[in-house]
């Protein structure tokens, strides 16, 4: 992402949700009949043109250069037309976005979902099951950084892939076992970009990249392996640069081991040596960047830390991709959730456009998906319906530090594949009516 200044259209949004009218017409049962909501005689039925209408809302959409207020249609799971005016009789369904920004559905580029009984990220419990935290936040697209390795993502793949109805992608972990704990991640035995790549190109729709974390040594073998694994299985790496080393420093890394589109993750943490001693960005990072590595933010629970983020960004220093580092202690502390980590980047100045860029195309395009990440007629429908709230909200960074805030992105409603999977207000949802005696 080419960082820019944007000016977008502003909304009166303050009380939104309060005050605007649930405008919804759905497909009404037989108790209800009686009874019409309020939009059924301007939509069209179950025999419409377009199983459901997004009517009013303002579309920001990177891709196609969106930023105004349309209408986005959406028929079989796809988007159907985005235009100024579309005819709710058109529709079989309709949903009132006035006020709110509709974007594509957000992609969490870091995320820990491999769920299971073990005490780790790895078929643990430290991971979390993709659809209880995604939709919520507008997240339709989830990409596990590494949980699982090339000796167990076909049990990630049956397990959580196949019965998660968010999108999960992967990053594959140069490591056999995952994030089966620290003493394995340190396991170079276990690391080996052969049968590495095989699984990935056996996974070709599933596995996006290759990803190294937590490595504590003084070598570069981990980094060496998985860009071999990602040069064999044409693939991207992700690096969580693990243990601080001057063995092996970050300029090193950034400027000579990373190749153009590898990411580096964490990007914000300090842990690593992001600012020098006198709080300047690492010149390597942007030497890095300047070859083309990616900057990834990977919130997490020990990531973020305002005294790198607001240097950082107050130099220019912006992040290509805002991800959460969603796991369990991550999104109940600062973290929380993925319009949350997103709040924190308005606060930092970012103009909601380039947010909303960050949270969607830039990482459809760092994991190679250009199918996704955009609301181009054809796509799937995936899309977010946010609420840019306003008032006084704490946003607190990895280390306990608050920053306030006085505008906040809130989910308000979030369709996947077409389906609506997530209305905070109801807002696709028939208004209740006493039943007829
Ligand atoms: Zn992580």
Redesign the pocket.
């Known amino acids: 992402m080419t960082p820019r200044s944007r000016t977008v259209l502003p909304l009166a949004l303050s009380g939104v949700l309060a005050v605007t009218a649930l405008h919804t017409a759905g497909s009404s049962t037989p108790e209800h009949d009686a009874a019409p909501p309020p939009r059924a005689a301007s939509s069209g039925g179950a025999d419409a043109e377009y199983d459901l209408l997004i009517d009013d809302g303002h579309v920001i959409d990177p891709k196609n250069e969106r930023d105004e207020v349309l209408d986005v249609a959406i028929d079989d799971g796809v988007i159907a037309e985005v235009a100024a005016e579309i005819d709710p009789t058109s529709a079989e369904r309709t949903v009132d976005a006035s006020g709110l920004y509709v974007t594509p559905g957000l992609i969490d580029m ?1 995320t ?1 979902l491999f769920v299971g009984p073990n005490d780790a990220y790895s078929a643990g419990w430290q991971s979390v099951a993709p659809d209880g935290f995604t939709f919520r936040s507008g997240v339709t697209t989830a990409v596990d ?1 590494g949980s699982a390795g090339w000796e167990n993502f076909d049990e990630f793949k049956t397990n959580v892939i196949d019965r998660s109805n968010t999108r999960v992608l992967a990053f594959l972990n140069i490591v056999g076992k995952g994030m089966a704990g620290g003493e394995f991640e340190q396991d170079l035995t276990n690391m080996l970009p052969g049968p590495a790549a095989r699984v990935a190109q056996q996974y070709p729709d599933d596995i996006v990249g290759i990803k190294t ?1 937590h490595y504590e040594g003084t070598d570069w073998k981990p980094v060496e392996r998985s860009v071999r694994a990602g040069e064999i299985a044409g693939l991207p790496v992700m690096v ?1 640069f693990g243990a601080d080393h001057p063995e092996r420093p970050l300029e090193q890394l950034l400027t000579e081991k990373l190749r153009p589109g590898d990411i580096y ?1 964490h990007a914000y943490s300090g842990n690593r040596g992001e600012l020098t001693e006198d709080g300047k960005v690492n010149p390597g990072m942007w030497a890095g960047r300047e070859r083309g590595v990616l900057f990834d933010v ?1 919130h ?1 629970g020990g990531s973020f830390a305002w005294d790198v983020a607001v240097p950082a960004m107050e130099e220019g220093f912006v992040p290509d991709t805002i991800s959460t ?1 969603l ?1 369990i202690s991550s999104m109940n502390s600062g973290m929380k959730d993925m319009t949350n980590v997103m709040s924190k980047f308005l606060a930092l100045g970012l103009p909601l456009y380039d947010v909303i860029e960050a949270s969607t195309l830039a990482p459809a395009q760092a994991i190679g998906r250009e199918d996704l990440g955009h609301l181009s007629p054809g796509a799937p429908a995936d899309v977010a319906l946010l609420e840019l709230a306003e008032g006084d909200f704490g946003l607190v960074d990895s280390f306990g530090f608050r920053i306030d805030g006085d505008r906040k992105l809130v989910c308000a409603l979030t369709v996947r594949a077409g389906e609506v999977v997530w209305d905070l207000d109801g807002r696709a949802a028939k208004p209740w009516m006493p039943r007829e005696q």
């Open positions: 870091h820990h950084t974390a969580d993750s990977g997490g580092d796991h």
